[in-house]
């Protein structure tokens, strides 16, 4: 805005200064040849002169007018003569009009002639003109040498100017193969494991790794060999990148860090020079430790040259860094550390010994590792004396630490919004569920919906808490947030690792608890039900696929997981036909049977879900304290530590939370 303004005040400016060089000048000075000034001065008409060289300037007793055009004087005789012909008059020049052509004044200029008039001074001293002889100013050297050498500094400037940008766009051509991995020194903010938690086996694993980066004669002498490189493995967010600068600092090395997409280019070979330059570079600093996030990018299985393009570029720079890796010596002082969550699609030549020797798992945290996280992003966070990590920590099942460390940014935001000087319990626990549920929506259902919406949860929660085997229920409600409509959330007393039949089944029911229940109450059936449905999909066709829980199609695994929660994407196998055939039979068997069971549950209670549904329509979020005193069941045995409102996330081991979606 302040350029604007600059712009703007230019232009008046220069407005102004353009209407007063407009202006006519009433009295100007009238440029006459030598010829005229002598017979004005034979006139006896020049009252003063000055002479300046060669220059004359001077004041006539009698102003004149004079003929820019034709350098002759004007008459008021001749100039108001009404048969002069006016092709006859002399031709305006370009921009030229009456008013600039023909000048009065007595005011003049003209110039002596170089070779002198002896006769001139006496005249004028003759005729009582008064004469200012002034000093003829020299020339500034510094303005003749500027007026010479200023054209050529510049023509000279600017030649050097495309010089050096045509360099520079020539070296850019040639620095495409330079390595583009940052450089974090010990110089720079140092991170230790102090500053890493819930990874306590994955920081043994690397103790080693670090000791013989502080110390490699000591395993040297012995004849011992550090591994070359180290893959860390684990699922997105659990801080793999943090532990891999966490080992540098520990070990007080520099540190390389590059991702894999970052060696990809279009012209093929760039790839392979970017690796070799990244390792010359750092074994040129001694110990130092490279590392390569996302190498799945650029580490994929070799299809053999089936493809072309950005894939053989792929595989160039995947051969390079096994030919790198493979030519360290025995006292090499260079670790490459890289990150996947993907190890299953890795090329088994990187992952041989000699080159990854030793594969390090960063899994999901325990409840005290969550506790430990909490405690390392709570630094520079002021809490109030309410505030329990335990207690978060152990409603956050399944989360890893970035999800962690959102959870205490948002805190932090809502004790802003609130202008509290400290954050609260209760903020923690408002921004679990933002984060789980998503925010509350303004939306308006109609009563109808509404009823639709609360049979559904109210199904949910009937068969939650009538199934002994379910997680434990913790709250139901029908305010739509997020892409949900409604929520029953389930809390599991603690983590999960072993999935028993009867849990998974007990599940299923839950899931098929809602469709059931609009079914049983409106005889109809809505779309509310599909990511319930989803959810079945996924749970039955793993127990029959993977975890040999079908008798018809036995114990071989049929398909491969390729992701590490529960539900994640499957690939199916080389079966047969009848196979195939087989899975789809077992998938419905159990899914029919687990329908049947949830049919008569919800028949045989009706009463308590029009109840529970009831219950919602009046609070619409109902804890299940609540829920269990109204229909008169016992207390649940264990009490989750935690406020009622607590969500899920969508991971495994996790809390479970059966939503009613949009159609």
């Known amino acids: 805005m302040n350029l604007w303004w600059l712009v703007a005040l230019a232009i008046l400016i220069w407005n102004v200064v353009s209407l007063i060089n407009a202006r006519p000048n009433t009295n100007p000075v009238i440029g006459i040849p030598y010829s005229t000034f002598l017979q004005q001065?034979?006139?006896?008409?020049?009252?003063?002169?000055?002479?300046?060289?060669?220059?004359?300037?001077?004041?006539?007793?009698?102003?004149?007018?004079?003929?820019t055009s034709s350098n002759e004087l004007v008459t008021p005789s001749s100039s108001a003569s009404p048969s002069a012909s006016p092709s006859a008059s002399p031709t305006l020049l370009p921009g030229q009009n009456e008013a600039n052509r023909i000048q009065t004044s007595d005011r003049f200029s003209t110039r002596l002639p170089d070779f002198g008039d002896p006769a001139l001074l006496p005249e004028l001293k003759r005729q009582n003109v008064q004469i200012v002889v002034n000093a003829q100013q020299a020339t500034s050297p510094f303005i003749v040498l500027l007026e010479n050498i200023l054209p050529w500094a510049l023509f000279i400037g600017l030649f050097i100017l495309l010089s050096r940008?045509?360099?520079?766009?020539?070296?850019?051509?040639?620095?495409?193969?330079?390595?583009?991995?940052?450089?974090?020194?010990?110089?720079?903010?140092?991170?230790?494991?102090?500053?890493?938690?819930?990874?306590?086996?994955?920081?043994?694993?690397?103790?080693?790794?670090?000791?013989?980066?502080?110390?490699?004669?000591?395993?040297?002498?012995?004849?011992?060999?550090?591994?070359?490189?180290?893959?860390?493995?684990?699922?997105?967010?659990?801080?793999?990148?943090?532990?891999?600068?966490?080992?540098?600092?520990?070990?007080?090395?520099?540190?390389?860090?590059?991702?894999?997409?970052?060696?990809?280019?279009?012209?093929v070979g760039i790839g392979a020079s970017r690796v070799r330059d990244l390792f010359e570079t750092a074994k040129k600093q001694g110990?130092?430790?490279?590392?390569?996030?996302?190498?799945?990018?650029?580490?994929?299985?070799?299809?053999?040259?089936?493809?072309?393009?950005?894939?053989?570029?792929?595989?160039?720079?995947?051969?390079?860094?096994?030919?790198?890796?493979?030519?360290?010596?025995?006292?090499?002082?260079?670790?490459?550390?890289?990150?996947?969550?993907?190890?299953?699609?890795?090329?088994?030549?990187?992952?041989?010994?000699?080159?990854?020797?030793?594969?390090?798992?960063?899994?999901?945290?325990?409840?005290?590792?969550?506790?430990?996280?909490?405690?390392?992003?709570?630094?520079?966070?002021?809490?109030?004396?309410d505030v329990d990590l335990s207690a978060i920590a152990r409603a956050t099942p399944g989360m890893v630490g970035a999800d962690l460390a959102n959870l205490v940014n948002e805190a932090a935001l809502l004790g802003a919004r609130r202008s509290l000087n400290a954050v609260n319990q209760e903020c923690f626990w408002d921004a679990l569920e933002k984060i789980q549920l998503g925010a509350e929506r303004p939306l308006v259902l109609s009563e109808e919906d509404r009823r639709i919406v609360a049979y559904h949860e109210g199904g949910h929660a009937l068969v939650a808490l009538l199934s002994p085997d379910a997680d434990p229920l913790n709250r139901v409600t029908i305010v739509p947030r997020g892409h949900a409509l409604g929520v029953t959330l389930q809390l599991p007393i603690d983590d999960r690792y072993n999935y028993s039949k009867s849990y998974l089944l007990t599940r299923i029911a839950v899931a098929l608890g809602g469709r059931v229940a609009e079914e049983e109450v409106f005889g109809d059936i809505t779309t509310?039900?599909?990511?319930?449905?989803?959810?079945?999909?996924?749970?039955?066709?793993?127990?029959?696929?993977?975890?040999?829980?079908?008798?018809?199609?036995?114990?071989?695994?049929?398909?491969?997981?390729?992701?590490?929660?529960?539900?994640?994407?499957?690939?199916?196998?080389?079966?047969?036909?009848?196979?195939?055939?087989?899975?789809?039979?077992?998938?419905?068997?159990?899914?029919?049977?687990?329908?049947?069971?949830?049919?008569?549950l919800i028949a045989?209670?009706?009463?308590?879900?029009?109840?529970?549904?009831?219950?919602?329509?009046?609070?619409?979020?109902?804890?299940?304290?609540?829920?269990?005193?109204?229909?008169?069941?016992?207390?649940?045995?264990?009490?989750p530590e935690v406020p009622a409102r607590v969500a899920s996330v969508e991971h495994e081991p996790a809390p479970v939370a059966f939503s009613r979606q949009e159609p």
């Open 41 to 67: 001065l034979d006139q006896q008409n020049v009252e003063k002169v000055s002479f300046e060289g060669n220059a004359v300037t001077g004041q006539l007793k009698q102003a004149i007018t004079f003929d």
């Open 287 to 385: 110990p130092s430790i490279i590392f390569i996030d996302e190498i799945d990018a650029i580490g994929r299985r070799r299809n053999a040259g089936i493809m072309t393009g950005s894939n053989e570029e792929r595989e160039q720079t995947l051969n390079q860094i096994l030919v790198e890796m493979d030519g360290f010596q025995s006292e090499h002082t260079v670790v490459v550390l890289a990150a996947t969550n993907r190890a299953d699609v890795l090329d088994p030549a990187l992952l041989r010994p000699g080159r990854f020797d030793r594969q390090v798992s960063v899994d999901r945290p325990d409840r005290s590792g969550r506790e430990a996280i909490l405690k390392v992003h709570i630094k520079g966070v002021p809490l109030a004396s």
């Open 165 to 267: 940008r045509a360099g520079a766009a020539q070296q850019g051509i040639f620095s495409f193969g330079k390595s583009r991995a940052k450089l974090y020194d010990a110089a720079q903010k140092r991170i230790t494991f102090e500053d890493v938690a819930g990874v306590d086996e994955a920081k043994a694993d690397l103790q080693d790794i670090i000791d013989y980066l502080r110390e490699p004669q000591r395993y040297q002498k012995l004849g011992g060999r550090v591994p070359h490189g180290v893959l860390v493995v684990g699922p997105p967010g659990t801080g793999k990148t943090l532990l891999a600068r966490a080992t540098a600092g520990e070990a007080n090395v520099p540190f390389y860090s590059i991702s894999g997409p970052e060696f990809v280019e279009v012209l």
């Open 528 to 600: 509310g039900a599909e990511n319930d449905l989803e959810m079945v999909t996924h749970v039955v066709r793993q127990m029959v696929t993977r975890w040999g829980m079908s008798p018809e199609v036995g114990l071989l695994v049929q398909e491969d997981r390729h992701d590490e929660d529960l539900g994640g994407f499957l690939t199916r196998r080389e079966t047969s036909e009848y196979m195939a055939k087989t899975i789809d039979e077992a998938m419905q068997k159990i899914t029919d049977e687990r329908l049947r069971h949830t049919r008569k």
């Open 604 to 639: 045989d209670n009706l009463d308590k879900l029009h109840r529970i549904a009831s219950l919602l329509l009046e609070h619409e979020s109902v804890d299940a304290d609540a829920i269990r005193r109204e229909l008169g069941l016992a207390p649940a045995d264990q009490t």
